[in-house]
């Protein structure tokens, strides 16, 4: 194992002996399941810094960041204004569990950026979705959710569900350590498919509680809702008696200014009863929030009997950052996401056809994101085709060139504002060689494989 200052012997050298000391500790030596680099193979990178639009990690190597904290950094990593506004908040302290200004104005903001009535703040996004479907149901007094397959809310048990056999029955667990109990009143559907959507309702329609979905979805790759797909979901709702649901925790404040609520329902005049935030929202803290409909928010604890509480929620540096951030992002930072992104899908486009590869990139707002096929992806069985050796060709040899794409191929890739001409520049450059190697993916040797 390596000691501090011995000398380094390979680039990856200090994160292979972290790596090594991390699985000794913790299962499969990260706390998350994607960091792990499995999709991809090779040794993860353990990150000591960032700044703007890079990461250093602890061998010294330096990346552009295509994921951002998985959405969080729009306005770039280590913000001055965002640091300083941190900085003087942990000055005061940081938790008091009692309620502080800087969530009384972060809702406020919110509320004003967004079609909720009223917002309630959580730590995470797997809290807000779980929240928002207790909320559902208490509301309804109804129990039967529905979600579209490749569409992810976070890990709660009753959506960690594949479908059933048929396309309208009840789902089962999509993973070990969820009971049938917690999925049998779930119905797993495809996305864009609204037969399959007028079917469910006419067999549980007056059983549903609410309809969830990612606003567009991200975690399959970018997925955008056809046109008039989430209008359609929010009527259907509503003529059955039930919630309409729209997770923006990846898409908030981050797929344009009004997430991916003022791509589609602010222009046709639709807003959905429960909606769920994160990742921009807590400027790079564990911030997360449900919210909607006054008259739903109103069931909640200790308004109404809905019970939902948190010890750390709305904590006040991280409502700070969220604060900070949401300040930050003017217009002028989407119009900047959007030309950088513009630039880089085409030359992704134009190096990807140029070596022969089969590739669709796809956006919703400034998300977006490469499939290595040839068709359209409209649902998740469509992702699913992607060719996932081509892409684990390209992501190492975009790192081995300084460029940090998700270490998977089905996941959106994130630009912030502080992603300037150098930055793109080395995305730019990169293209080309890591194009090559997608269309041979068996040349690619990984660094720091075990
Ligand atoms: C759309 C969506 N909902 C919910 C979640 C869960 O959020 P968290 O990881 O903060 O629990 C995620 C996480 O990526 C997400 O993308």
Not at 245 to 260: I, K, N, P, Y
Not at 297 to 321: D, K, R
Not at 409 to 431: K, N, P, Y
């Amino acid at each position: 194992m390596l000691r501090e200052n011995e000398p380094v012997t390979s680039p990856t050298a200090r994160s292979s002996a972290l790596f090594d000391r991390a699985l000794a500790v913790t299962p499969g030596g990260v706390n998350s399941p994607v960091r792990a680099f499995n999709a991809v193979g090779g040794t993860p990178r353990f990150m000591e810094s960032a700044a703007g639009a890079w990461l250093r990690d602890v061998d010294g190597n330096e990346y552009v960041d295509l994921i951002c904290s998985w959405g969080p950094m729009l306005v770039g990593h280590a913000h001055p204004e965002v640091q300083a506004a941190v900085a003087q908040a942990v000055s005061r302290g940081t938790s008091y569990g009692t309620p502080t200004v800087p969530e009384v104005e972060l809702a406020e903001e919110i509320v004003a950026r967004t079609p909720v009535d009223k917002v309630r703040f959580v730590s995470s996004g797997t809290e807000a979705t779980m929240s928002a479907i207790r909320l559902a149901r208490g509301f309804t007094s109804r129990d039967v959710i529905v979600k579209f397959a490749g569409c992810y809310h976070g890990h709660v048990d009753s959506l960690l569900a594949s479908a059933g056999s048929g396309l309208a029955t009840f789902a089962v667990p999509g993973t070990p350590g969820v009971p049938a109990s917690s999925t049998d009143l779930t119905v797993v559907l495809p996305y864009n498919d609204t037969a399959a959507v007028e079917a469910a309702f006419a067999e549980y329609g007056d059983r549903i509680a609410c309809l969830i979905t990612e606003a567009a979805p991200g975690n399959m790759g970018v997925v955008p809702p056809a046109p008039g797909f989430n209008r359609f979901l929010s009527t259907i709702c509503a003529a059955n008696g039930a919630l309409f649901v729209s997770d923006e925790v990846m898409t908030g404040f981050r797929a344009s200014r009004l997430g991916q609520w003022g791509l589609d329902g602010a222009l046709e005049g639709w807003v959905p009863d429960l909606m769920t935030f994160g990742k921009v929202m807590g400027g790079g803290f564990p911030a997360a929030a449900f919210g909607g409909r006054a008259d739903v928010m109103s069931q909640l604890s200790p308004e109404g009997p809905v019970y939902q509480a948190g010890t750390l929620s709305g904590n006040p540096i991280a409502t700070t950052a969220g604060l900070a951030t949401l300040r930050l992002a003017t217009d002028e930072v989407y119009d900047h996401i959007t030309a950088a992104g513009e630039t880089i899908k085409a030359a992704a486009a134009a190096a990807l056809t140029a070596a022969g590869v089969p590739h669709v990139i796809q956006a919703s707002g400034t998300m977006f994101s490469v499939f290595f096929t040839d068709t359209a992806v409209t649902d998740f069985a469509g992702a699913q085709r992607t060719d996932t050796a081509a892409y684990r060709a390209f992501f190492h040899t975009m790192l081995d060139h300084g460029v940090y794409l998700p270490p998977s191929a089905f996941e959106a890739w994130f630009l912030s504002s502080a992603h300037d001409d150098r930055a793109v520049q080395t995305v730019l450059d990169a293209l080309p060689p890591a194009a090559r190697a997608a269309a041979r993916p068996d040349s690619v040797a990984l660094k720091g494989t075990r």
